[in-house]
């Protein structure tokens, strides 16, 4: 199809795109490397802090509790509510010269240590002190290493710049401002990791079973077109496979070294349109994605309009089956892209983003094993870096600030699928980026297709280790999520090591792996030259 032909350099551009957001969790991060020690070897905890402006319900801001002071009540019911005052100095770095007994006290971070701080407002008689970070993000307020005097017997927690400028604005306008702090515990596993599990596994299952398919039915073409006129070999080897593209080494670089570039620019230029532009590329996408399965699941019943064509100016011939679906295509991405802030938006966004990933592991395929090494290799890495090892450039781990959406005033970029957590207290949503799901794809998609041409059973093959492999990477991440409080993991960390070492190994011990390595298929003899030796 020409549509598809067409269709193929912008889907190779959104796997480009797609590698951008990490799987996150709620983010905070380290502001010292001090270890634990008695008197300050809290956990951290993420903590509500309830506000009441003149006795009306106001704001819930969100802060972290600090490895130090007693800890808070996990219940609502059983927390108090407690009048909100203001330190004099403002740094609560020296004892006060206002009176703040019984109150629970904000200060502003900076000009000695946080323990200092809490000291100072215990000694005051405050119940509990709140610190205003100079940033948007939250940090762990952790302890010196030299400090002994940590027997703290209130609750210390911080909040974001905003929240705490807000809450200090109302106090000096004469506002009386009362606050209720507590911290409601998070189930372990959230009904939501189970659900983006098992989407993230089947979108991978759906693709790389319509991808081995594709490739038979073309291989079963390509082998009756030989059989009937050997002399076309050459003809069809200059057109090659209509609308597929095999990445080689070169493109697999390329394909880490712009998204690294994109990712970049995102971080530098995030803002409001900016991310428009994305939710505009995106519907693109996903406009194109959805339209090419519903094509390919509805032609099976309407195979007349799948094969009838019409020329349409700039997209070529296109299938009256394509011109009947595009409308309603294109009306679901656009009321997506309307309505995306209300609750359940992200059921479209899902749909839109699967269907996007289904069309590029259809499209875009790994011709071998070496191939698949560079270009996982070179997204492990990106992965890395980009989480873990940009905050010592850039002061931020540069891929947690875009998949946040971070000075946009948007719920994250949409690259990516979500999925709301019900049990959990804390609300918020699970997600995984669209490349967390099209890297790994495309080995197993290759696995799939290797085991069809060469007739292997299911055990005996690489499919369906490969993705039980992906599965148990997926798997870890989320076990890391949970031991790492929640920060951002680079999912590729441990999903690539799964799923390229599962089918490295295998092919080693199969004896196998120089043909996987090289040439991607088994070895196959040409109808035409088999029946000459009849």
């Known amino acids: 199809m020409r549509m598809k032909k067409r269709a193929v350099w912008g889907v190779i551009l959104w796997l480009v795109i797609s590698l951008t957001p990490a799987l996150c969790g709620d983010i905070v991060h380290d502001d010292d490397d001090a270890p634990k020690k008695p008197g300050c070897d809290n956990k951290f905890v993420l903590v509500k802090i309830q506000t009441w402006v003149d006795d009306e319900n106001e704001n819930e801001f969100v802060g972290v509790g600090a490895r130090f002071g007693v800890t808070l009540e996990a219940k609502e019911k059983h927390a108090n509510r407690t009048h909100l005052s203001l330190l004099d100095p403002s740094d609560g770095c020296a004892p006060p010269t206002n009176k703040v007994t019984g109150d629970v006290v904000l200060v502003d971070r900076g000009n000695c240590t946080f323990t200092a701080k809490a000291n100072i407002a215990e000694d005051a008689g405050a119940m509990a002190l709140l610190v205003t970070n100079n940033r948007e993000e939250l940090f762990k307020m952790v302890c010196e290493r030299n400090e002994t005097n940590l027997d703290i017997k209130i609750p210390a927690v911080m909040l974001p710049k905003s929240a705490g400028k807000s809450l200090e604005q109302s106090i000096r306008s004469g506002k009386t401002v009362t606050v209720q702090l507590y911290s409601p515990q998070r189930p372990i596993v959230d009904v939501a990791e189970v659900f983006l599990w098992l989407m993230a596994v089947g979108t991978i299952l759906c693709a790389s079973y319509w991808s081995a398919w594709s490739a038979r039915e073309a291989a079963m073409e390509h082998d009756k077109l030989l059989k009937d006129s050997p002399d076309s070999l050459l003809d069809m080897e200059g057109t090659g496979s209509s609308g597929v593209v095999d990445i080689n080494t070169t493109s697999a670089i ?3 070294v712009i998204a690294s570039g994109f990712l970049f620019l995102l971080y530098k230029f995030m803002s409001f349109w900016f991310v428009e532009l994305l939710v505009v590329l995106f519907c693109i996408g996903g406009v194109e994605g959805l339209q090419t399965c519903l094509v390919a699941l509805l032609a099976r019943w309407f195979k007349r309009a799948g094969e009838s064509y019409i020329k349409v100016p700039f997209f070529g011939a296109v299938s009256y089956l394509t011109l009947a679906i595009s409308p309603f295509c294109i009306a679901f991405a656009v009321v997506w892209a ?10 479209g966004q899902d749909i839109l983003g699967i269907a996007l990933i289904i069309t590029v592991l259809q499209i875009v395929r790994l011709p071998n094993v070496k191939v698949a090494t560079v270009l996982l290799g070179c997204a492990f890495l990106y992965d890395i870096f980009w989480v873990y090892l940009s905050p010592r450039w850039f002061n931020d781990s540069v891929m947690i600030v875009v998949a946040r959406g971070d000075k946009s ?25 669209f490349g967390d799901i099209l890297l790994p794809g495309l080995l197993i998609g290759f696995s799939l297709r290797y085991d069809w041409a ?40 441990f999903i690539v090591p799964f799923t390229l070492g599962i089918v490295l190994t295998l092919g080693w011990k199969r004896g196998e792996l120089r043909n996987l390595w090289t040439k991607g298929e088994p070895e196959r003899i040409c109808p035409h030259i088999q029946q000459l030796n009849q």
């Open 409 to 433: 005033g948007e719920d994250g970029v949409p690259m990516l699928l979500k999925i709301p957590r019900i049990f959990d207290p804390w609300g918020g949503y699970s997600i995984i980026g």
């Open 254 to 256: 390329l394909f880490v």
């Open 454 to 493: 060469s007739k292997k059973r299911l055990l005996s093959g690489y499919f369906l280790w490969s993705l039980i492999a992906y599965g148990f990477g997926l798997f870890s991440t989320y076990v890391a999520l949970y031991f790492m409080d929640g920060a951002g993991q680079p999912a590729l960390l």
């Open 338 to 347: 309307v309505y995306r802030r209300i609750s359940f938006a992200w059921i």
